[in-house]
């Protein structure tokens, strides 16, 4: 590597681990302020999955579109989001990113194209294609990325939205973030062909596979599928090998698993791989990385406050986003 090429590398990898560190922060958070009950509904972390939304979201254009699951806190906030809006809407405040209408699931920022969290299992999948078609249909070079974990596959939507891309020619990138549980079922129960990608070349899309611990790597993989979609027009099925360190919800004590397995995936921790990286590679300090680490805590503490005394949104709102405004430009996005 060249002086130059080392040095911009490190600034990349800099930021995305900061990106990486503060998802992983602000899920911590999370889940402390739901055991004292601050939080309602569903929470679903995805701790030890950051790598994946990070290095993805990072090879974008600010005027892609990202569409993911309801474990999308990350996405939201690789895709520009502030540990303020999410805090805000786990909250239920009037500041959150959905104005508290949504919740965990539902982290939306259309300004950003960040299109959301959903909860239905692979039914986003179509919602996904449908908007890589808007931006093709209206001569775009707009790419759509869009995440679901490996119990997607075995659902219509996924198939449904996975074929029309493929035979129309949609600029979408799928991603499955493959955690190789659906809750608490093992995927080799849910999944007849192990590799996800295998359903690639059924609806003529391209296909990639790989392990989803080094960001970078992510990033790279990601990069040259988006690429192809813009140039080309081909859509690509990525499967990404990752894991939730914790359970699937904060109801699940995750006891279909071992000890040892959750502690042998820890030690492919793609933070903490990160960090290390920085340090051997880079020659970053540590009184750096102390340093970043210290303002993050500072970020995160300041949304935890920035949500505790954000009001709840008023009774009158209940109805106002049910219906579309018909005054507003649907074309604006
Ligand atoms: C259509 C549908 N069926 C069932 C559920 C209940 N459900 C919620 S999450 C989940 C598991 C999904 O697993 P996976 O797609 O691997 O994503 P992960 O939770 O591992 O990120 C299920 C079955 C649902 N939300 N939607
Ligand atoms: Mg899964």
């Known amino acids: 590597m060249t002086a130059q090429r080392e040095e911009s590398t490190q600034v990349l990898l800099r930021e995305l681990y900061r990106q990486m560190l503060l998802i992983r922060r602000v899920e911590e958070q999370a889940a402390k302020a739901y055991a004292q009950g601050k939080i309602g509904g569903f929470l679903h972390l995805g701790i030890g999955q950051e790598p994946v939304c990070v290095g993805a979201i990072s090879a974008l254009k600010p005027t892609d579109y990202v569409v993911g699951t309801y474990r999308e806190h990350g996405h939201y906030i690789a895709k520009g989001g502030s540990a303020k809006e999410v805090m805000a809407e786990l909250y239920g405040k009037a500041t959150g990113a959905s104005k508290g ?3 965990s699931m539902h982290l939306f920022a259309a300004e950003r194209r960040m299109m959301g969290g959903y909860g239905i299992v692979g039914g ?26 490996d119990g997607s596959v075995p659902q219509g939507a996924f198939h449904e939205g996975i074929s029309i891309a493929g035979l129309w020619k949609l600029p979408i990138v799928f991603i499955c973030e493959n955690n190789q549980y659906s809750m608490g079922t093992p995927l080799y129960r849910t ?15 391209a296909r990639d596979r790989f392990s989803g611990e080094d960001v970078l790597a992510v990033r ?6 988006v690429e192809r979609a813009r140039q080309t027009g081909q859509p690509t099925l990525v499967e990404v090998i990752t894991y939730r360190f914790r359970g699937h919800s904060m109801s699940d004590p995750g006891n279909y698993r071992t000890k040892d397995e959750i502690e042998e995936w820890k030690k492919r921790d793609g933070v903490a791989l990160a960090r290390e990286r920085l340090k051997t ?4 300090s540590e009184d750096d990385l102390v340093s970043l680490e ?9 949304a935890v406050r920035f949500a505790d005394e954000s009001p709840f949104p008023d009774a009158e709102e209940v109805w106002r986003y049910v219906y579309a405004d018909p005054s507003s430009d649907p074309r604006k996005f």
Do not use: N
Request: with cysteine.
């Open 191 to 205: 999944l007849a062909v192990a590799d996800v990608t295998e359903r690639a070349s059924g609806y003529a899309v």
């Open 294 to 302: 210290a303002h993050i805590r500072a970020e995160v503490q300041e």
């Open 281 to 284: 590679e880079f020659a970053v």
């Open 124 to 149: 986003h999948v179509p919602l996904a294609a449908g908007i890589a078609f808007a931006a093709k249909y209206r001569g775009k070079d707009d790419v759509t990325l869009c995440f679901f974990g």
């Open 220 to 225: 790279q993989h990601i990069a040259a599928a």
């Open 101 to 103: 209408f949504g919740g």
